[in-house]
């Protein structure tokens, strides 16, 4: 009479196959989760990208005679951060004082400063303080805002004697992610944009 024997357990092979199938799945899940993180980050980016933006055109609307003198003219490369501006339109703290705003009102015989938008291109771009996170752009990769005159009116300023600016448009880059490929870094740097165009009458 013959004796059958009955298979019990796993076999070798059994185990390296559920192994293999578990290791795929466990690298998918993870390759999803990177990617919803990396969505999650371009996303909040993006909004603080909007953020500094429209602050930055608030500014410029509650300053009309600044904007259409063309002081919101902006490129980073002219701001000094390690030198504030002489008048410090904003309360800020110095040494756990308070210091009370300066005077920033347009003065007619000064016809080529503006305080007021020598502040908020300061204020925009460096932050009131290195130390804290103060600024919006803190929070974004090597964020870069400009700002460029596209339009003028008909009419000269009564503050400048020169042509009205009617359009600017603002734009802020910022880099978002590292891409594979390219043998430089900068070839692997993505850069993003965020512009509004912003009109005077």
Known sequence: MPITKKQT???M?????TVAIITIGVSGMGMLLIRAIQGTQDSAQQSQAMWIVQDYVGRMRANPEGARGSF???DPDNIDCDTPPTTLCAET???GAEVPAGDCSVDPASTSTNKMATFDNWVTTCGLSSDIYDSPSDFIANPRLTSVCTANGLRSSSYTNQLDCTQYQVTLTWQ???TKGGNDATE????NSYSMLVEFN
């Open 9 to 11: 357990g796993f076999a």
């Open 13 to 17: 092979v059994e185990v390296m196959v």
């Open 72 to 74: 919101y003219i902006l």
């Open 93 to 95: 703290f110095s040494g």
């Open 176 to 178: 978002t992610k590292i």
């Open 188 to 191: 692997r740097t993505n850069v």
